[in-house]
């Protein structure tokens, strides 16, 4: 299940082509169980249902399993903590959502840059 196309081929009879499409699940690194619309990771083992037109399959892969070492490897850190924050507080996490406050928290990060840098011009 290591590859996209063993994963894909698990998606023969995938229920919600017109809702998320299968290249879209397969490539995030899960493989349909051919139950209702249960996916699996083949990395972590993390099990992902009731998916949605608005969801992205990489964000729903961070959301519920962020400790999985294909998310680690294929999204920023920054992404995944951002993702995790926003699970925490409830917030709806869309490819929208997360792209505003991932550059509301690089503005911010910025702005700390530059607050340190005015603290070591001054000594
Ligand atoms: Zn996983």
């Not at 998916?51 to 680690?72: G, I, S």
């Amino acid at each position: 299940m290591a590859s996209y196309e063993s994963r894909l081929a698990t998606f023969s009879h995938w229920p919600l082509d017109n809702i998320i499409s299968r290249e879209e699940v397969a490539q995030a690194g899960f493989f349909y169980t051919g139950d209702s619309d249960c996916t699996r990771c083949y990395c972590c083992g993390g099990g992902v249902r009731n998916w949605k037109r608005e969801d992205n399959a990489w964000l729903e892969h961070a959301r519920w399993f962020p400790c999985c070492a294909l998310v680690q490897s294929t999204l920023s850190e920054e992404l995944v903590d951002v993702v995790r924050e926003m699970r925490k507080n409830n917030q709806k996490i869309t490819t929208d959502s997360v792209n505003h406050e991932l550059t509301r928290t690089q503005a911010k990060q910025n702005k700390d840059d530059q607050m340190d840098e005015m603290d070591t011009s001054r000594d």
